[in-house]
């Protein structure tokens, strides 16, 4: 069946560090994802995401990497700072309807 | 830019009564989506919407729940007769088209007393 996973629930790290948030998916059939961040008292915000036909994907400051081998995604935090804290979700998509499943979440936690 | 806005932010409902959770979606987006998120816990898929109709629903959302869209601008969730288990986060979402980015709204936090 579908599942969407994360390998660590809560991750700190140091002002200036490189951040890497991993997820573990297991439909193969998946061939979109989403990396979302989501603050307290507010709603998921899109961060970047990756196509299937993809294995890597930059934005400001965050990269996405797609390994379709062993079904895992990371995204990647350069210089994380205090405004990234905040739980990361991925999340996938398949089939034709846009049906967005999300992951259980990794809590990032930058301290100065 | 424009946004995902839903009203109310917190609505507060005793068991057993109906609610109305609205949302406007970013306006040339053609796919409606409703997710909730019980507090701590992940974002999981209500329903999504597409031309006028349900496109797809979980178990979740069964007989006491609904979806409308009742204007060109407006996509409505309601809850019939609500259980202290439908307290959570609702949130509304819009896509452009399919395989793109859902943008979400800031959510309506329901409690049922």
């Known amino acids: 069946g579908e599942s969407v996973g994360l390998h660590l629930p809560t991750l700190s790290v140091q002002e200036g560090d490189n951040s890497i948030i991993n997820c573990a998916y297991s439909?193969?059939?998946?061939?979109?994802f989403i990396w979302y961040k989501q603050e307290s008292g507010k709603g998921p915000q899109f961060i970047i995401d990756?196509?299937?036909?993809?294995d890597k994907r930059q934005g400001q400051r965050v990269t996405v990497l797609l390994n379709k081998t062993v079904k895992h995604l990371s995204l990647q935090i350069a210089a994380t700072q205090p405004g990234d804290s905040a739980v990361y979700f991925c999340?996938?998509?398949?089939?034709?309807?846009?049906?967005?499943?999300f992951g259980a979440g990794t809590r990032l936690a930058v301290h100065p | 830019e424009p946004e995902v806005t839903q009203t109310p932010s917190h609505q507060v409902t005793q068991m057993g009564q109906e609610v109305i959770l609205r949302c406007v979606p970013i306006?040339?987006?053609?796919?409606f989506y409703w997710y909730r998120q019980i507090l701590g816990q992940k974002v999981e898929f209500l329903v999504s919407?597409?031309?006028?109709?349900?496109?797809?629903k979980s178990e979740i959302f069964d007989d006491q729940f609904s979806v409308e869209r009742p204007d060109g601008s407006n996509f409505t969730l309601k809850i019939r007769s609500t259980k202290l288990e439908d307290s959570a986060m609702y949130f509304c979402?819009?896509?452009?088209?399919?395989?793109?980015?859902?943008?979400f709204g800031n959510g309506t936090r329901l409690t049922v007393t």
């Open positions: 999340a996938e998509i398949s089939g034709g309807y846009n049906k967005l499943i």
């Open positions: 979402a819009s896509s452009e088209i399919a395989n793109s980015p859902l943008h």
């Open positions: 919407f597409y031309n006028n109709e349900i496109s797809e």
């Open positions: 439909n193969s059939a998946s061939d979109y």
């Open positions: 306006s040339n987006h053609l796919y």
């Open positions: 990756i196509r299937s036909n993809m």
